[in-house]
């Protein structure tokens, strides 16, 4: 395990609002600037993908009632996953073929989908990774945690990104269109990606999601 910081670092920033109850981390070194989420509510906080441990960030989590469940949506995003766990005492969630990325952790693994709540679902979206998936909380008009699988480009608008590592470029645009199926303009209003956050100017969230993807699926 790594040895946490006994003081809080001057150096880090503490998560900022981007949506009513959604924070946004600063971007982690642990997961090559990947961008953490978490959604705080009455109960059963969640976190989405790992910050980094830092005091601060940890601290900050802990102000807001802890974390129940930690949903890693790619290999990529797992960062210090162990010690986040035994730091918070929260439960991990990830697609079944990453799990053994973590070995050791008491996982919890799904195939296609998982029901975490009656505003929470996670769901495979395979392309990036082999199990690459989303977390939807349907409130604030239908939130989308997409990881890397689908992240902002120099214009701010959400697409899929091919880069060396993508795993599965057709299974990834097969994801999109699986998304695009699976909801409607008036039920997918925001965006939060878990990279390349930086591209959207400072705005917390992409609005109007939807219809940004299928204007890139309909360009495409």
Not at 21 to 42: C, E, H, K, M
């Amino acid at each position: 395990m790594c040895p946490l910081p006994q003081q809080p670092s001057h150096t880090v920033k503490p998560p900022r609002a981007v949506l009513d109850s959604i924070y946004a981390f600063p971007p982690n070194r642990d997961t090559l600037g990947g961008t953490s989420y978490f959604i705080v509510r009455n109960e059963s906080n969640i976190l989405i993908d790992c910050p980094a441990l830092e005091q601060t960030n940890l601290d900050f989590v802990r102000s807001h009632g802890g974390v129940r469940w930690l949903f890693i949506t790619h290999r990529g995003a797992m960062g210090k996953t162990a010690e986040i766990q035994q730091e918070l005492g929260c439960e991990v969630i990830i697609q079944e073929q990453e799990a053994y990325l973590l070995p050791g952790l008491t996982v919890t693994t799904f195939a296609q989908e998982l029901t975490l709540d009656s505003s929470a679902q996670v769901f495979w979206t395979p392309g990036h990774s082999p199990g690459s998936s989303c977390l939807y909380y349907d409130l604030l008009g239908g939130v989308l945690f997409s990881g890397r699988h689908l992240v902002p480009n120099l214009q701010g608008e959400p697409v899929p990104l091919r880069t060396a590592k993508t795993f599965h470029w057709p299974r990834q645009l097969k994801s999109l269109k699986y998304i695009l199926e699976r909801f409607t303009p008036e039920t997918l209003e925001y965006l939060c990606p878990g990279a390349n956050t930086g591209f959207l100017r400072g705005k917390g969230a992409i609005a109007q999601a939807y219809q940004s993807l299928a204007r890139f699926q309909e360009e495409g």
